[in-house]
């Protein structure tokens, strides 16, 4: 063999030896990338919903809760919650507590979460109390900037129930803690950030306090139906629109008692502020997400019948019978009862007595249009 042919075979050896250096290389810093915690992204699909709890774990998160807040859980003493400037103390506790504006007059308004109190604060009045994660659960999303939401500065945490994924949300915060990072993994007791005044607009400093909500998501792909409608979403799935809450003192209670508690076992037990029926060619998101949530047969497409609780948080859900579907006629839905003492106020307003008949009203359009978007 010629001096010439081993140049050109050693060269050709040492090509494919430097191209498959360079392959692996960028393979492996593709798959660090993959790993790497993203910073918070509205325009994702499910945001949030793809982070690595979400699944059947083998511990219940909500086996062992810490209180938000180093004040101590007690429904009965006034300083623990914060009151809206009416002053009056149930205006800081969850359901339909106070009032606002609602067409030309005044009427009951529903607050999603509570408003805890700050119990700390430095001589310029602002508080130092330290925000914590209820329990072990991911980092979903963060919003930073205080005046594009009425939460002002949020963190929405997952943490994923044997039954399906449960969210938490702690609003209104002065300043966040440098760990929160979207897709970042959280223990219970870890600090997320320190109680403010932050919203659009602006909380006074004398009330500022935390706003915190449990709850579910009404549909992951909220981010299309905002599109549809040529509305701005700022925060993906985790816009106040989506999220339906459950009395967070209520979940805190029903797990002292019971160590094993479970959400959704609660849910079950939430009495049925109205039952409607809807038409639909398929099983909304919710259902798939939340399947513990589906009683009977499989989805057949002919209509669906819900039990839904005050605020919309839909509790369950089965196929629309024969004489229900009938209801519908040439309609997207109608109301096939309503209980009045699990109602109460209609703070949400989702439906509306009108002409002796009970119907969605605006915000009950929207609510339905919302969840039953694909």
């Known amino acids: 063999m010629k001096l010439g042919d081993n140049s050109r075979r050693y060269g050709a050896i040492a090509l494919l030896v430097i191209f498959e250096l360079v392959f692996v290389g ?33 511990i219940n998160p909500f086996r062992y809760l810490v209180f938000p807040t180093d004040q101590v859980l007690d429904r009965n003493d006034p300083d623990v919650f914060q009151p809206t400037a009416s002053g009056r103390p149930e205006s800081a506790l969850f359901g ?12 009951a308004s529903f607050h999603e979460g509570v408003d805890i109190a700050a119990g700390q604060r430095d001589a310029a009045g602002r508080p130092q109390d330290a925000v914590y994660a209820v329990a072990d659960g991911a980092v979903a999303y963060v919003n930073t900037k205080a005046g594009n939401s009425n939460y002002g500065k949020y963190v929405v945490l997952t943490h994923a129930c044997p039954s399906g994924m449960v969210y938490t949300l702690y609003a209104h915060l002065a300043a966040l803690s440098p760990s929160v990072i979207r897709g970042q993994c959280v223990k219970a007791g870890d600090v997320l950030g320190i109680i403010g005044n932050t919203a659009n607009p602006p909380i006074p400093l004398i009330q500022a306090h935390l706003h915190f909500e449990v709850g579910l998501i009404l549909n992951a792909r909220v981010n299309q139906w905002f599109r549809t409608h040529k509305l701005k979403n700022d925060h993906g799935n985790f816009n106040g629109w989506n999220l339906l809450g459950v009395d967070p003192l209520a979940v805190f209670e029903r797990q002292r008692q019971c160590p094993d508690f ?6 079950a037990t939430l009495p049925a502020a109205f039952e409607i029926v809807l038409s639909a060619r398929r099983k909304p998101d919710y259902f798939n997400r939340y399947p513990c949530l589906w009683e009977g047969a499989p989805y057949r497409g002919a209509g669906l019948q819900l039990a839904v609780a005050e605020d919309g948080l839909p509790i369950k859900g089965r196929n629309a019978t024969e004489s229900e579907r009938q209801l519908l006629g040439a309609h997207k839905s109608a109301i096939l009862r309503v209980d009045p003492d699990a109602l109460g106020r209609n703070g949400c307003h989702l439906v509306i007595y009108r002409k002796g008949l009970w119907r969605l009203g605006r915000e009950g359009e929207k609510w339905r249009d919302m969840l039953m978007y694909y």
Not at 38 to 50: H, I, N, Q, R
Not at 99 to 106: E, H, I, N, P, V
């Open 262 to 267: 479970d959400v959704f076992q609660y849910m």
């Open 96 to 107: 339909s507590v106070r009032t606002a504006s609602y067409g030309k007059g005044l009427a």
């Open 26 to 58: 960028l393979v492996l810093y593709l798959c660090f990338r993959a790993k790497q915690p993203g910073p918070p992204d509205a325009e994702s699909e499910t945001p949030g919903l793809d982070l690595p709890l979400i699944g059947r774990p083998a």
